[in-house]
C-alpha cells in the first residue's frame, strides 16, 4: 500500500527472462548516482573496471579503470594506481598517472604525485601536486577547433606578404641597375 507512493515513476513492462531483468536492475546504480564505496578498513591489490561510480576511502594498489564514471578518492584513500575515468576528483593521497576523459579535480587536501591527462583540470589552493598536466581536448576537439582556425590565418598571411617583382632596366646584357616595385 506505502510502497506504491515511494515510486513515482512507473514501471515498464518488461517480456524478458528473469535473468535479464536481474541485469537490468543491477546497472541502475549508476544511472541513479550512486556509487561503490570502499571504504577507510578495506585494502584492495589489483585491477578495477566497472560500470558505475566509485569512491575510495581506504587503500587501492593496481590499476584503476572506469572509462564512463566518476572516481572519487577521499581524505582517508590512498591510491597507488593509474586512475582512468570520466571525471576524477581527489581529496585524499593518489601516485600514479592519472587520465580523466571529462575533467580532474585536485581538492585542497588532495595530494598527487604524477602525470595528469585531461581536457579540463582544477587544482585548488593548498592542494599538493607533483608532476606534468597536459590539457589534451583529444582528437576529435583539436580537429574541429584547429582546422577552421589555420585556413584563414594562412590566407591573410599570403596577401599581407607579397613578393617584390625585381625589374631590370637599362640594357639587358649589363644588368647592373636594378629597381625593386612592389606590385
Avoid at 536492475?25 to 549508476?30: D, L
Avoid at 561510480?53 to 581524505?75: A, F, M, P, S, Y
Avoid at 571525471?87 to 580532474?104: F, L, M, P, S, Y
Wanted: glycine share 10%; charged share 25%.
Amino acid at each position: 500500500m506505502f510502497d506504491k507512493h515511494r515510486n513515482s515513476k512507473p514501471e515498464p513492462k518488461v517480456s524478458q527472462p528473469q535473468a535479464d531483468n536481474f541485469t537490468a536492475t543491477a546497472s541502475t546504480p549508476a544511472a541513479s548516482g550512486r556509487a561503490a564505496l570502499i571504504g577507510p578498513g578495506i585494502r584492495i591489490n589489483g585491477d578495477i573496471s566497472g560500470d558505475e561510480n566509485l569512491v575510495i576511502e581506504g587503500k587501492v594498489e593496481g590499476k584503476i579503470r572506469l572509462d564512463l564514471h566518476q572516481v572519487e578518492v577521499g581524505q582517508t584513500g590512498c591510491v597507488n594506481a593509474d586512475i582512468t575515468a570520466k571525471v576524477i576528483k581527489i581529496a585524499g593521497e593518489v601516485r600514479g598517472d592519472i587520465n580523466g576523459t571529462e575533467k580532474v579535480i585536485i581538492l585542497r587536501s588532495g595530494n598527487v604525485h604524477g602525470n595528469i591527462v585531461a581536457p579540463r583540470m582544477t587544482l585548488e589552493d593548498g592542494a599538493i601536486f607533483k608532476g606534468s598536466i597536459d590539457m589534451d581536448p583529444g582528437e576529435e576537439a583539436k580537429a574541429t577547433v584547429a582546422a577552421p582556425v589555420k585556413k584563414p590565418v594562412e590566407k591573410a598571411v599570403d596577401k599581407a606578404v607579397e613578393k617584390p617583382k625585381v625589374v631590370a632596366s637599362g640594357n639587358p646584357k649589363e644588368n647592373k641597375s636594378y629597381s625593386l616595385n612592389g606590385g
